[in-house]
């Protein structure tokens, strides 16, 4: 005979199926109780926008590395590129806002969309300061063109340099903003599990 519930094929003498766990009542087949709740041993289902929170994750802490790298190198502040203890500052925070990303993204906890928030308000500070400071921007620009400045400056005009370092200052903050927006979406990713 086959089960009414699952179709599988059981003996006839059967009072439970083995596959559904239905019973017979009499004549009758139940679908039982157990059956319906969920099994504490099956796997939750993963929430949405799990894998792009996760990837995001790894993005975060190589970010991380990478500020940790560069430690000790200058960033532009208030005209000019300024190096040492402010240098060692700001990277020593970014990476640390960086790892508590990749901590918050790859084991979900409840305050990672806060820490999102945060380090989205903190690069927005950042980039704001960066794109109003164009004497700063024109001191990273000739560090990081040094000699070649004068070559490139014949094939692009230099005002060109300019607009790219602005449009990717405001891609930065639209991509920063666009993410924060995105992981509020997928709020539920960091309910606690």
């Given at each position: 005979?086959?089960?009414?519930?699952?179709?599988?094929?059981?003996q006839?003498?059967?009072?439970?199926?083995?596959?559904?766990?239905?019973?017979?009542?009499?004549?009758?087949?139940?679908?039982s109780?157990?059956?319906?709740?969920?099994?504490?041993?099956s796997?939750?289902?993963?929430?949405?926008?799990?894998?792009?929170?996760?990837?995001?994750?790894?993005?975060?802490?190589?970010?991380?590395?990478?500020?940790?790298i560069?430690?000790?190198?200058?960033?532009?502040?208030?005209?000019?590129?300024?190096?040492?203890?402010?240098?060692v500052?700001?990277?020593?925070?970014?990476?640390?806002?960086?790892?508590?990303?990749t901590?918050?993204?790859?084991?979900?906890?409840?305050?990672?969309?806060?820490?999102?928030?945060?380090?989205?308000?903190?690069v927005?500070?950042?980039?704001?300061?960066?794109?109003?400071?164009?004497?700063?921007?024109?001191?990273?620009?000739?560090?990081?063109?040094?000699?070649s400045?004068?070559?490139?400056?014949?094939?692009?005009?230099p005002?060109?340099?300019?607009?790219?370092?602005?449009?990717?200052?405001?891609?930065?903050?639209?991509?920063?903003?666009?993410?924060?927006?995105?992981?509020?979406?997928?709020r539920?990713?960091?309910?606690?599990?």
């Amino acid at each position: 005979m086959k089960c009414p519930y699952c179709a599988e094929t059981i003996q006839d003498e059967a009072i439970v199926c083995r596959f559904c766990e239905a019973q017979r009542e009499g004549t009758e087949w139940v679908r039982s109780a157990e059956a319906d709740r969920p099994r504490s041993d099956s796997p939750r289902p993963r929430a949405k926008g799990t894998l792009n929170l996760q990837i995001a994750g790894y993005f975060m802490a190589i970010s991380a590395g990478f500020e940790i790298i560069s430690l000790t190198s200058p960033v532009p502040f208030w005209g000019e590129l300024r190096g040492g203890v402010l240098a060692v500052t700001y990277h020593a925070l970014f990476a640390g806002a960086f790892t508590a990303l990749t901590i918050a993204l790859l084991k979900p906890t409840t305050w990672g969309p806060r820490a999102v928030n945060l380090t989205c308000i903190a690069v927005t500070i950042d980039r704001g300061l960066y794109l109003i400071d164009k004497q700063a921007r024109e001191a990273e620009l000739a560090k990081t063109l040094g000699g070649s400045a004068e070559t490139l400056s014949e094939f692009l005009d230099p005002s060109a340099f300019e607009l790219i370092m602005l449009a990717a200052g405001l891609v930065t903050l639209l991509s920063w903003w666009g993410f924060a927006g995105y992981v509020h979406y997928r709020r539920a990713y960091f309910v606690a599990r």
